[in-house]
């Protein structure tokens, strides 16, 4: 059973800049394929950013350039790195993960993901 927390939302304005960690355990993050999700009020849950077990990573459109997911395998973490934040990135956000035989790039599915963290709340400002 993989249990996922994570931390680091918060409140700030346009322009600035945040980091998530997704703290892992009961696996080790280089086995599982995780991804960063993130859901507005009266909105789909939509993927922001993915990593494969193969280490392979995608991007959402709407992040590229402004985002990273650096993911530390000594920690078992996995980043989300958010820079030039738009009031339109204001969300709750959510790791996701899951394995076995299929994961191997990775999925923009949330059904996909078996396993959710409870979520942590970004608000940007204008």
């Known amino acids: 059973q993989v249990q996922l927390v994570e931390s680091g939302g918060g409140s700030v304005q346009a322009g600035g800049s945040l980091r998530l960690s997704c703290a892992a355990s009961?696996?080790?993050?280089?086995?599982?394929?995780m991804g960063w999700f993130r859901q507005a009020p009266g909105q789909e849950r939509e993927g922001v950013a993915r990593?494969?077990?193969?280490?392979?990573?995608k991007y959402a459109d709407s992040v590229k350039v402004r985002f990273t997911i650096p993911r530390n395998n000594t920690k078992n973490t996995l980043d989300l790195q958010m820079n030039s934040l738009k009031p339109e990135d204001s969300a709750m956000y959510y790791c996701?993960?899951?394995?076995?035989?299929?994961?191997?790039?990775?999925?923009?599915?949330?059904?996909?993901?078996?396993?959710w963290g409870q979520g942590t709340q970004v608000t940007v400002s204008s």
């Open positions: 996701g993960a899951y394995g076995g035989p299929t994961c191997l790039s990775g999925s923009w599915s949330s059904a996909t993901y078996n396993y």
């Open positions: 009961g696996d080790i993050v280089s086995k599982l394929c």
């Open positions: 990593i494969g077990s193969l280490g392979n990573i």
